[in-house]
């Protein structure tokens, strides 16, 4: 019987680098800051949480599933700007109005 030999653990290793991943995406992307709200972001999901149907659907709560075309869509798209999640490209499109 042939014993394995052991493998070394890679964060023993003092090769690895010291950047993070958000330095990195800082310096390539400096319009990400400008487009991600995260304060509103994590206020709105803090107090509302995820929402299970899109929020212009159930305002104007209509019963959609009596429409012959009515197609079920659970995906929902969710505002990184305010935390507005609504409804994508294939349901109303509440998503694609919004901004």
Known sequence: MVKKKRQNDPSENGDESTESCDESVKSACPHVAKTVDLTRLKKGLKTGGFEKECTE?????????????????????????????LCGRTRNMHALNHF
Not at 64 to 82: F, G, I, K, V
């Open 57 to 85: 659907c159930k305002k104007n709560s209509k019963t959609e599933e009596t429409d012959p075309n009515y197609e079920e869509d659970l995906s929902l798209w969710m505002c990184l700007r305010c935390g507005t999640q």
